[in-house]
C-alpha cells in the first residue's frame, strides 16, 4: 500500500501520516519523487488501513499495491534506487562499468587486470574467490586468500571491488573485504543467503538465475529489501534457451522490463550472457542501447590460460577496443559512460 500525499503537504501531515502507519504496526518508507511524496507501507496492511489513512490531512490518495513484490516495484518507488559507489552513481544518469577475472587466481593476475580495465575506463573491479562451479573437480576460487588479493587491487588502483558470495555463514567475512556483494545465478533463491545479504550493510548486486522470471528475480530481490537493505541492484546475465551455439541467451527485454516494473538499477552481464569472447562487446552495446544501468565484463591477461570462464573473457586490449564502443553508444542514447580519470584522460588526448 502506498500514500501518495497532496502537493504542498506540510511536514506535520507527512509526520502524521507516518506516525499512524507506525501505530498500526508497520514500517513506512519515504520516496520523493519530482511531483509527489509517496509513503510506501511495509509489509501486508489490512484493508481497514487504507480507510484510516485516506482520511489524513495532506493525503492525495492511498493505493494498495497488487503486485507480490512490493518494496522492489515502482509502484512503491517512483525514484529510482541510486548507488553510490565512491566517485560513482550506479542507477544515475550515467552507465557505470565492472570489469575484472571471473575467478581471482594469482596477485599479478589480479594487479595486471584491475591497472588494466582501470586505465580503459572501467569503474569497479570484479573477481570471484569464491567460485560456484558445475564441476567439483574444477578450480572453485581461493577463497579469504583470493578476498585479500583483491583489496590489495583495490589500494593499488583505488577502484572499488565486488565478488561473490555464496554461502549465508560468509558473509560477514566477505563485507570486511568487498563493496559490492554479488550474489551469483545459481544462488537467486538462496533464501537464507539473500535474508543474509538483507542484514549486511554493503550494496548487492543480484544476478538473474538461468530460468528466473521477472517476478521471482523480483520476489528474491524484495527478500534482500525486506531485511533492511535498500542498496540492491539486478544483473540480467543471460538464460537458458533452446540454443545451444551460446551458453545462454542474454535477455535484452529484461533491461526495459525491470526498469519499468522496478527503480532498481540494472546491470547486464554479456560474458555469461554469451559465453564467447567475439560476442561480449555486441551484446554488451545491444544492452547500452537497450538502457542498462552498468556492464559487467570478465577480462583477463591470457583468457587461453584462464581457470575459469576463459572462453568468455576479453584479452586487455580487446577490453579496450569494448570501452571505446561502448562510450558512443552510451553517448548516443543519453547515459554517457560515467567520467573516471582514466576516461577524461582519453577524451582530452582524442580532442588533442
Ligand atoms: C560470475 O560472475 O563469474 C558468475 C559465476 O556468474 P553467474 O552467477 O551469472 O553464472
Ligand atoms: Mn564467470
Known amino acids: 500500500m502506498i500514500v501518495v500525499m497532496k502537493v504542498g503537504h506540510t511536514t506535520e501531515e507527512l509526520d502524521g501520516v507516518v506516525a499512524r502507519i507506525t501505530e498500526a504496526g508497520f514500517r513506512s518508507n519515504l520516496s520523493r519523487g519530482v511531483e509527489h511524496t509517496v509513503v510506501g507501507v511495509v509489509g501486508?496492511?489490512?484493508?481497514?488501513?487504507?480507510?484510516?489513512?485516506?482520511?489524513?490531512?495532506?493525503?492525495?490518495?492511498?493505493?494498495?499495491?497488487t503486485k507480490p513484490y512490493k518494496l522492489a516495484s515502482r509502484d512503491f518507488q517512483p525514484v529510482d534506487t541510486l548507488i553510490q559507489m565512491k566517485d560513482v552513481v550506479i542507477g544515475g544518469p550515467e552507465l557505470v562499468v565492472m570489469a575484472g577475472p571471473c575467478a581471482v587466481e594469482t596477485e599479478e593476475q589480479v594487479m595486471a587486470t584491475a591497472k588494466a580495465v582501470k586505465a580503459a575506463g572501467a569503474h569497479i573491479?570484479?573477481?570471484?574467490?569464491?567460485?560456484?562451479?558445475?564441476?567439483?573437480?574444477?578450480?572453485?576460487?581461493?577463497?579469504?586468500?583470493?578476498?585479500?588479493i583483491l583489496a590489495l587491487a583495490r589500494q593499488e588502483t583505488g577502484l572499488p571491488i565486488i565478488t561473490e558470495v555464496m554461502a549465508p555463514e560468509d558473509v560477514e567475512l566477505v563485507s570486511r573485504y568487498t563493496d559490492i556483494l554479488q550474489v551469483?545465478?545459481?544462488?537467486?533463491?538462496?533464501?537464507?543467503?539473500?535474508?543474509?545479504?538483507?542484514?549486511?550493510?554493503?550494496?548487492?548486486?543480484?544476478?538473474?538465475?538461468?530460468?528466473?522470471?521477472?517476478?521471482?528475480?523480483?520476489?528474491?530481490?524484495?527478500?534482500?529489501?525486506?531485511?533492511?537493505?535498500?542498496?540492491?541492484?539486478?544483473?540480467?546475465?543471460?538464460?537458458?534457451?533452446?540454443?545451444?551455439?551460446t551458453r545462454n541467451t542474454l535477455d535484452v527485454?529484461?533491461?526495459?522490463?525491470?526498469?519499468?516494473?522496478?527503480?532498481?538499477?540494472v546491470i547486464a552481464d554479456p560474458s555469461h550472457g554469451t559465453g564467447k569472447w567475439y560476442l561480449v562487446t555486441p551484446a554488451a552495446l545491444a544492452a547500452v542501447a537497450a538502457g542498462a544501468d552498468g556492464l559487467l565484463?570478465?577480462?583477463h591477461p591470457s583468457p587461453d590460460?584462464?581457470?575459469?570462464?576463459?572462453?568468455?573473457?576479453?584479452?586487455?586490449?580487446?577490453?579496450?577496443?569494448?570501452?571505446?564502443?561502448?562510450?558512443?553508444?552510451?553517448?548516443?542514447?543519453?547515459?554517457?559512460?560515467?567520467?573516471?580519470?582514466?576516461?577524461?584522460?582519453?577524451?582530452?588526448?582524442?580532442?588533442?
Not at 487504507?50 to 492525495?60: F, N, W, Y
Not at 568468455?312 to 547515459?335: R, W
Open 305 to 352: 590460460h584462464a581457470l575459469a570462464d576463459g572462453a568468455q573473457s576479453l584479452t586487455f586490449e580487446n577490453f579496450q577496443a569494448l570501452m571505446e564502443k561502448v562510450a558512443q553508444v552510451a553517448q548516443a542514447v543519453g547515459k554517457p559512460l560515467a567520467k573516471t580519470s582514466a576516461n577524461a584522460i582519453q577524451s582530452q588526448r582524442k580532442r588533442a
Open 297 to 299: 565484463i570478465e577480462v
Open 184 to 245: 551469483g545465478a545459481r544462488n537467486i533463491q538462496n533464501f537464507p543467503l539473500l535474508d543474509e545479504v538483507g542484514k549486511a550493510h554493503k550494496p548487492v548486486m543480484l544476478k538473474r538465475g538461468m530460468s528466473t522470471t521477472y517476478q521471482e528475480w523480483l520476489l528474491s530481490a524484495e527478500y534482500i529489501l525486506a531485511q533492511g537493505n535498500k542498496q540492491v541492484m539486478l544483473c540480467e546475465r543471460g538464460i537458458r534457451t533452446f540454443e545451444t551455439y
Open 125 to 148: 573491479l570484479r573477481g570471484g574467490a569464491y567460485k560456484p562451479r558445475t564441476s567439483p573437480y574444477q578450480f572453485r576460487g581461493l577463497g579469504e586468500a583470493g578476498l585479500r
Open 44 to 65: 501486508q496492511p489490512p484493508p481497514d488501513l487504507k480507510d484510516d489513512l485516506e482520511v489524513l490531512a495532506g493525503v492525495e490518495d492511498v493505493i494498495p499495491i
Open 253 to 265: 527485454n529484461a533491461i526495459p522490463v525491470i526498469q519499468k516494473l522496478s527503480h532498481l538499477p
